[in-house]
């Protein structure tokens, strides 16, 4: 029979790491709550005004959610069979670097260690990285990309030989006189140009760059629509193929598996 601690821990494990039954849910909507708050709170003391007025006020909200956020790290622990593989594991790195800013300033002093803890504190934003835990789609569209890496690889490699090339014919067309001073500037001119950003430092004069310029902004627009099209094919076919459930593996934590599956596929554990 299962003692009190391991029955607790299983009702913990489904309150925290599943999605399919009540608490779970509400579970997920208050923490998804909580994210968007502290990440807000972030956003708003970055902006001095705000900062010299409320700071107080800021620091009292980042410790509570600090707390918050440290109690369910812990609760994550404490309800997984091997904690460290939830701990080493993406998201468990992204909890803890979602409190540790705010601890490791108790422990840097001096003007020098509180410049490092105001970088530090910036950490806090990973805490939006958190939401794609709870988002279903999130793990689909993941799996697309896996999907589509070869061919958008390839179409990196395609666009890095077009700029590369492009570059060195607008260096030897236009030259020193015109701005395109080493072919290295002259691939950084045809980089942003082919994106469509075209921020002006460097312009063609004479009527063959302007040409070659016409070229490459036509196949700019052209070329947006290429991995756009690669990874909605990936998404409408994993929107058919890959279906998962919500439930996590209650030894290693990790999540993802298909709706039939009776092991865990990262450790073996039963799920």
């Not at 990936?234 to 058919?240: E, V």
């Amino acid at each position: 029979m299962e003692s009190r601690w391991q029955r607790f821990r299983h009702r913990l494990h489904e309150i925290i790491f599943e999605a399919d039954t009540w608490a779970g849910r509400a579970f997920d909507i208050t923490l998804l709550f909580l994210i968007m708050l502290s990440v807000l709170a972030v956003i708003l003391e970055s902006i001095p005004s705000l900062a010299r007025s409320y700071g107080e006020y800021f620091d009292s909200i980042e410790w509570l959610f600090t707390g918050l956020f440290t109690v369910e790290y812990l609760l994550r622990i404490i309800s997984i069979r091997q904690p460290l593989r939830y701990m080493t594991s993406f998201f468990g790195l992204v909890d803890l670097l979602a409190i540790l800013p705010s601890y490791l300033g108790l422990f840097l002093f001096g003007a020098h260690e509180l410049a490092a803890v105001r970088i530090l504190r910036l950490l806090r934003i990973f805490r939006i990285l958190k939401l794609g835990e709870y988002t279903s789609a999130a793990s689909i569209l993941a799996y697309s990309l896996r999907e589509s890496r070869a061919k958008i690889t390839v179409f990196f490699v395609a666009i890095f030989t077009l700029v590369v090339t492009l570059g060195s014919m607008m260096y030897v067309v236009e030259g020193h006189a015109n701005g395109f001073e080493s072919i290295p500037l002259s691939i950084y001119w045809a980089v942003i140009t082919i994106t469509t950003v075209g921020y002006g430092d460097i312009v063609p004069s004479t009527a063959m760059g302007k040409f070659i310029a016409t070229i490459i902004m036509l196949l700019g627009y052209v070329i947006i629509a290429v991995p756009t099209g690669i990874v909605a094919v990936s998404l409408t076919t994993a929107n058919k193929k890959h279906e998962i459930s919500t439930q996590a593996c209650p030894n290693c934590g990790r999540q993802g598996h298909d709706p039939d599956a009776v092991h865990c596929k990262y450790c073996g554990a039963a799920l």
